[in-house]
């Protein structure tokens, strides 16, 4: 079963050409984590802080820069993936399952704050995205972002 993971730049110079790569590898991992057994569809847009700074506003109403965007096209509960509930392609039936809009700049950063680099970052940022289009959130700092957080440190190996 192969999943379709779009990646496109908004920002056409901001290297990291192994990103698409990277972020595909972390798509497979975390659906094959989470029992997805449904050919599923997730596009990835790669862009600066300004681009992502400006998605946010509009859709979130807060006018900053953040480090990853997640847009989920069905409405999921964590840890119970039903595809029978889910948008699907009409052409080729794959699952839709949303889009992500990650800061390239911002990643970079990160990863050398955290001290663990800019492929590390990229992959944690898209499990974490792939776990908001799955139904998991953190909207408060209790239960649902430990489940969350349990979730992400598994996919990655932690």
Known sequence: ??????????????????????IKKAVKMALDAEGVDTPCIVSVMLSDEEGIRRVNAEFRGI?????VLSFPLN?????????????????????MLGDMMISLPRCEKQGEEFGHGFEREIMYLTVHSVLH???YDHVDEGAMKAQMRVREKLIMGD
Request: charged share 30%; with cysteine; proline share 4%.
């Open 133 to 135: 289009l799955l139904g």
């Open 1 to 22: 079963m192969e999943h379709e993971v779009y990646v496109s730049r908004e920002v056409k110079n901001l290297g990291h050409r192994n990103a698409a790569a990277l």
């Open 75 to 95: 409405e999921l509960r964590p840890g119970q993936f039903d595809a029978g509930a889910c948008e699907r392609d009409p052409e080729t039936g794959s699952v």
């Open 63 to 67: 006018d900053s820069a953040t480090d």
